[in-house]
């Protein structure tokens, strides 16, 4: 049975009230029913593309590419092959190794591809489910899981062979065995070792190694009364233990990593993980970074897909912030997860809607506290803070007013929000952002004070929390309506086309090579076989776009397959395959003979 938190970890008497009339076993049949509806979602229709018409930041040619070295393994015996060089192995070992066990069990293909995600996906709403059980109610764990079970983007997410869903189902399972060791210490010790795994299968979970041992400190320190005042709580003996296991588990799989692959590995690792991923992509000017804080929830879909949950969220993390010297260590670590995220993700890059997944727990699990335990649009103590004290936090109720309005103001210029129009997005949502701040400050102590006692039962609870899994489950039925699998066949296709071990150049020759024996050689600017491109003579044929503009998988103004071709005059398009990545789902890939006449 999942033990009810006390008052003091769940800061509401309210909602350790709820969870006791839950029991054990209706709890235990509920969230089975959630981690059945979670699986269906996830196992149906195994080989469709991801969503084209309405995308959600998915890359479908990128799955291949990032099981490469996986694939090798499992087919000749070799991480790298002689010649290859994209290793994307020193970026995510981690995945590599779950996805070489995938094709060791199952053979290599897109279904054995997907099945590590798809596990990993589950295993995050079941350990999301028990651990918000353990610190916001039973009540809570279920409300967390349902919504990460059905929430679109991250069902989508879960059933591509990307990092994304193991990177962050291991931050879940950090963070769950975090909320362990309250009470039993060794749990620290994984909670620590999760933490670094979710490091080493994609770097942007960077974020989360200071969110879970600043926290541990944190919890020191509250627990050696340093920080305790009237209405604090000192912790136990148990959660200063855990604390300092989870200290341990951070610096041991730490430095375990380092000595055990990051050392032997280094120039390789530095390469990928710097060179490539930090150095050759974002900007990091005053400009740049300006234009990341304003296109932050106005960017993607994916705030305006999950509005009622982000929402929810920002009210129950304001509440956090006024009750963190008593609440659970696991709790407030929720807070610092998305804090600490999103401004990783000021400081990167928003540009891309993969990045954001990785905040869809902590969005989830903080609306369920909101929804499933506290019942209260904003904690009561709001009310009572003096207006001076409101006002040096105005930069943080701007915020939260900008990420609340921001995804809905957005919505009329979705038809066309690009160039000047999506710069007008952006105006009119950091206006209404700053209408909203004003008003609140204009009527204050008056509009906290009301939302801090609209509270509502724990029926009108369930019932948002139905209503959202029922609008993501909308999407979900209408994706599966039009579902198409042009990229699974046109994998077939080139197994029928080419016969084994043709050598084959291109990015796109990785990202279609599940369904194949082909050799692909990745060709990207600065890296893979960048250097060698227009000298490997052994690779006849290459694998480009052709639709929806010639190139289109390098995704820039002069896509390096130009300059490949560049040095193959005559060469010829022999054969064409339909694929589905932008909205409208009507691309095309083409194969070419660089050398119809001889070399």
């Known amino acids: 049975?999942?033990?009810?938190?006390?008052?003091?970890?769940?800061?509401?008497?309210?909602?350790?009230?709820?969870a006791g009339t839950l029991s054990g076993r209706r709890f235990a049949l509920a969230l089975a029913a959630i981690l059945l509806l979670a699986a269906v979602l996830r196992l149906l229709f195994p080989v469709a593309d991801p969503p084209w018409y309405s995308p959600v930041g998915v890359v479908w040619h990128d799955e291949g590419a990032w099981v490469h070295n996986a694939r090798n393994k499992a087919l000749t015996g070799q991480w790298q092959a002689t010649g290859d060089r994209w290793n994307p192995l020193f970026i995510t070992p981690v995945l590599t190794g779950l996805e070489y066990l995938s094709f060791s069990a199952f053979g290599v293909g897109l279904r054995q591809a997907r099945l590590v995600s798809e596990?990993?996906?589950l295993l995050a709403v079941l350990l999301l489910g028990l651990g918000m059980a353990r610190v916001g109610g039973r009540r809570a764990g279920l409300a967390a899981a349902a919504l990460l079970a059905t929430n679109f983007v991250s069902v989508m997410y879960d059933r591509a062979a990307?990092?994304?869903s193991t990177m962050v189902s291991l931050i879940v399972a950090s963070w769950y065995c975090y909320a362990r060791a309250d009470d039993s210490p060794r749990w620290g010790l994984a909670a620590g070792a999760a933490a670094v795994a979710a490091y080493f299968t994609k770097a942007s979970a960077a974020f989360f190694l200071p969110a879970l041992a600043g926290d541990a400190l944190l919890t020191l320190v509250v627990a050696g009364g340093w920080l305790a005042r009237e209405g604090g709580a000192p912790g136990t003996a148990a959660r200063t233990s855990g604390a300092w296991h989870t200290l341990t588990g951070l610096a041991v799989s730490g430095a375990a990593m380092a000595v055990g692959f990051v050392g032997p590995n280094w120039q390789d690792y530095r390469f990928y993980n710097w060179q490539i991923s930090v150095v050759r992509k974002p900007?990091?000017?005053v400009k740049a970074f300006v234009d990341r804080v304003t296109w932050f929830p106005v960017i993607h879909d994916f705030f305006t897909r999950m509005w009622v949950v982000t929402a929810a969220a920002v009210g129950s993390a304001l509440g956090l912030i006024f009750r963190w010297r008593r609440v659970a260590p696991a709790e407030r670590v929720l807070l610092w997860w998305g804090m600490l995220g999103i401004a990783e993700l000021l400081v990167h890059d928003v540009g891309n809607e993969r990045r954001f997944v990785f905040l869809i727990p902590a969005l989830a699990g903080l609306a369920a506290l909101l929804l499933a335990r506290d019942r209260q649009l904003l904690d009561g103590r709001a009310g009572r803070v003096g207006l001076a004290r409101a006002a040096a936090a105005a930069p943080v109720v701007i915020g939260c007013c900008y990420l609340v309005a921001g995804p809905l103001v957005r919505v009329p210029f979705l038809e066309q929000l690009h160039a000047n129009v999506f710069h007008a997005a952006v105006r009119w949502s950091a206006a209404a952002a700053v209408v909203l701040a004003f008003a609140i400050y204009v009527s204050w102590p008056r509009v906290p004070g009301w939302l801090a006692a609209a509270r509502f039962t724990a029926p009108v609870g369930v019932a948002i929390v139905l209503a959202v899994m029922s609008m993501d489950l909308l999407q979900y039925?209408?994706?599966?309506?039009r579902r198409t699998a042009k990229n699974y066949e046109a994998m077939l296709a080139i197994g029928r086309d080419l016969p084994p071990g043709t050598v084959v150049h291109g990015k796109l020759a990785n990202g279609m090579d599940l369904e194949n024996r082909i050799v692909p050689l990745f060709v990207g600017r600065g890296f893979g076989n960048y250097e060698d491109r227009a000298t490997r003579t052994d690779a006849r044929y290459l694998l480009t776009y052709s639709q929806p503009s010639f190139g289109y998988e390098s995704q820039a103004r002069n896509p390096v397959t130009l300059e490949v071709l560049a040095a193959c005059p005559g060469w010829k398009v022999i054969r064409e395959y339909a694929v589905a990545e932008t909205p409208g789902g009507h691309d095309r890939a083409v194969l070419i003979d660089k050398y119809p006449n001889g070399r």
């Open 1 to 18: 049975m999942t033990p009810t938190p006390s008052a003091e970890a769940s800061g509401s008497a309210a909602g350790v009230a709820d």
């Open 119 to 121: 596990a990993m996906g």
């Open 162 to 164: 990307l990092m994304e």
């Open 283 to 285: 900007s990091y000017t």
């Open 477 to 481: 039925v209408q994706w599966a309506a």
